[in-house]
């Protein structure tokens, strides 16, 4: 199916008066892309914000600030790309200040096909540990005798589980998990690949929290899809104010500073094996995290490295 796409470029101070502009023309469905997003984003508040941005990220703080609207291609919606244009153009005139960028429109007839299934081609089956695979539901993998496959599709802010991070608090998970009988409790859980994975390492009972409903709700549906149910319970939950839950084994795919940060409220929700498995830290944090590891009583058992990034398997002294 063809569509018509059109572009109204103007900057940050803009994005406001030509939005008005539209809605009062009757046009209230619109993409915004505002560059000073990215800027405020890169004015990092709190030391846990982030650890690493991507260069794609970077250089969209030099990107224009846009407007795009979608239109059927037709008649009408040519019309109405006039009807944008001309209205754009006459603000442009009125701003004779320049406060507002360009204020110029762009468009052109474009096909669903350019986008519709491309976005598929990136996403293939992976294995990520010795005996885990995950695969989006759009592909087929037949698992060998001592495979397991997970299917996750990417969605919102969750990756598919291929990220070097996760794949080591994998493999740790496979390292560690000897007995049906243990308990796992994920931490952070996000789009839920850490339980399933742990409930596929033969532990049958899994619990994953997260303080984002968005990342319980992903969670819920991906452990459902996978036919995990009865193994593993997810949750809108905090560690530091109280789960009622302890664990033979902690996982948590976070970041080096809220690792710091929750390191304290960490024992008290380990029973058994009393085993902590920390991800998503720089190779550069690893001291960090290390020293507040043995700072609240832990003793490290293993470190793995991959692309910059490594994983901490800890346990309770």
Known sequence: MNYFELKIFTDSEGIESVSNLLMDLGYETFVTEDSSVVEEFLEKKNSYDWDYVSKEVLEKQYDESCITLYFEADETGKASIREIGDAVAQMRSEDTEHKYGRLVTESRLASDEEWRDKWKEYFKPAKISEHIIVRPSWETYEPGPEESVIEIDPGMAFGTGTHATTRMCVKLLEKYISSSDETVLDLGCGSGILSIAAALCGCDSVKGVDIDMNAVEASRENVEKNGM??????????????????????????????????????????????IFITSGILSEKKNLVENALRANGFEIRDVL????????AAELA
Not at 240 to 268: C, H, R, S, W, Y
Request: charged share 30%; aromatic share 6%; with cysteine.
């Open 305 to 312: 490295e991959e692309e910059g990034w490594c994983a901490i």
């Open 229 to 274: 149910s009865s193994k593993i319970e997810i949750s809108y939950g905090d560690v530091t104010k109280g789960l009622g839950f302890k664990a033979d084994i902690i996982a948590a795919n976070l970041m080096a500073e809220m690792i710091v940060d929750l390191t304290p409220d960490i024992a008290e929700h380990l029973e058994g094996r009393n």
